[in-house]
């Protein structure tokens, strides 16, 4: 640190000189602007007048005092005859000149040196400046002239830092990342048998798993060096400056070896190549090319383990995935039921939560949620609580941090009418309403008429388990829950509204996925059409290519009518058989604005939430579907109901 601030001292003190040096020449003695200019005749003038005390020569300037004046005048003379000659044309005799005492000043040898040192002045201050900018390169963590640098920050393993007991929900991935771990610690183990541990780690899986936090487990667990750096930052405007980032990361690498080596969203690199308009001279490719080269080239180095993530193995290189490089991938998914438990039991610690909060219940409703979104939920949670200005945090604060995470948070002072609150109580209750007497449906969670983010109200249904295969009748008892609220709106007001809109674009996405990619039509059979092209440089599908002719596209098209209109015919004849249950969850929808639990079972068995002193009867199995097509019933307008009425 002190010969560092040393250095600096010097580099300043240079600038310093030569700045003051470069005032002083192009700035001269102030004094010296306000001397009057004069002729050579008028000196001569006041000589032969006896006034001038002294003339004091510098090279070819003249500075003449007075007896009389106190002010100094200037004058010059011609370089190439004495000061005396060019007086004596002018008619001054000898005692005249020496009454004037005439003096030089300054040697002509100084003068020279000095004239010199004035020239190098811009060459002195050029290398003060570029001498200062090397040193700042050098000391400065933005390395302003260091391109082919590394920017990957550097972990050390003495330092507190994440383990395997700060992830949870990936037990798999962590059993097969302990062979890292016991690698690490124990080489001689493996080298003994012969064997060879991969040398490169591929983390898949979707946004917020827990990938990045993963790999810190690794380095953490094996007490190892961990350098982390994402793909992009190795990409630069420069050609080969990627390329070089990588070479000096691996030789930061081998020299903390062993240690680990984390990459971030590798696939920013590592695309397959050939796919781009750059040719042989395209950055990202040569970055790619180094990468390859530094994990299984002819240097060989088993002591650094490289661990990337993605979420898009699909446009990953296969020279990237072959063995000897990323030969092991660990797939992340989204946790399961006990797997979200544990993640919030870990996130939960260090927050104050009631004794009331349960963990278990809170994984059981937020099925489908990542590893990040649970971990936003305990936040989000305890900024409720913070908000309203609470020591702990209740489980109440909880499930209304699970409709912020799903929905958005509640707009209660969005201002609307009677007239649309009533028609969104409807259409929520047409939703519930069919979804709840559906055999193969999840069951109503919670229904509420509140805004949500850009929703006018929702309806959340639960699943009972975790699924991951879904079956013909999941999907057809789904497709009459989503036409449910369009439905409900056409009984009751007689027309529809644009809040269905959401609905009827859910409904023909899933009815054509039913159609085109999971072969459920009896009359297409087990087939799949349309190949969606896919361009690997972007990473994304850009069109679908049509594999089937315009009578077998008609068809489709017919299929996915039949589907939606089953649905349609579905929802109606369950709203119509239960209306009574869809005015009464309106009614109760208006007043209370929101529906759950306890209170909602009972208006689902027709009795009053006011009272609940009467016993909830265990609720009926659902009937069974309607096995053939009916006609529609036409429905005719009815009068709307005010708020806190039944509708008749």
Known sequence: MDSKWLRNSFVYLILLVALVAL????????????????????????????????????ENDLQIEYHNKPQKATSRKDPNESIEQQLFYYGVSAEQLEAASIVYSDPPQFRDVFGILINLLPLVIFGGILLFMM?????????????????????????????????????????????????LKFPEKF????????????????????????????????????????????????????ASRVRDLFEQAKRNAPCIVFVDEIDAVGRQRGAGLGGSHDEREQTLNQILVEMDGFDNNTSVIVIAATNRPDVLDPALLRPGRFDRHVVLPAPDVMGRKAVLDVHARGKPLEPTVDLGVLAKQTPGFSGADLANLLNEGAIIAARRNKLTVGMNDLEEAIDRVIAGPARKSRIISDAEKERTAVHEGGHAVVGRFLEHHDPVHKITIIAHGMMGGYTRFLPTEDRHLWTRSDFEDRLAATLGGHVAEKLVFGEMSTGAQN?????????????????????????????????????????????????????????????????????????????????????????????????????????PTEDPSVPVPVPPAPPAAPAERTERPVAKPRPRFAPGSSIL
Do not use: W
């Open 503 to 607: 609905d009827l674009e859910q409904a023909t996405n899933l009815a054509r996925k039913m159609v085109t990619e999971y072969g459920m039509s009896d009359v297409l059979g087990p087939r799949t059409f349309g190949h969606k092209e896919e361009m690997i440089f972007l990473g994304r599908d850009i069109g679908e290519q049509k594999n089937y002719s315009e009578k077998m596209a008609e068809v489709i098209d017919q299929e996915i009518r039949r589907l939606i209109e089953q649905g349609h015919d579905r929802a109606v004849a369950l709203l119509t058989q239960h209306r009574h249950i869809l005015e009464l969850l309106a009614t109760e929808l208006i007043k209370r604005e929101t529906l759950e639990g306890e209170a909602l079972e009972r208006v689902f068995q027709g009795l």
């Open 135 to 183: 040193r700042q390169a050098q000391g400065s963590n933005n390395q302003a002239l260091s391109f082919g640098k590394s920017r990957a920050r550097m972990f050390m393993a003495n330092k507190p830092t994440v383990t395997f007991a700060d992830v949870a929900g990936v037990d798999e991935a962590k059993q097969e990342l302990h062979e890292v771990v016991d690698f």
């Open 23 to 58: 005032f002083i020449t192009v700035f001269p003695q102030s004094g010296d602007s306000q001397n009057e200019q004069i002729t050579l005749s008028a000196v001569a003038g006041d000589v032969k007048e006896g006034s001038v005390k002294r003339i004091t020569v510098n």
């Open 191 to 242: 080298a003994g048998l012969g064997a060879r541990i991969p040398k490169g780690v591929l983390l898949v899986g979707p946004p917020g798993t827990g990938k990045t936090l993963l790999s810190r487990a690794v380095a953490g667990e094996a007490g190892a060096p961990f350098f982390s750096i994402s793909g992009s930052e190795f990409v630069e405007m420069f050609v080969g400056v990627g």
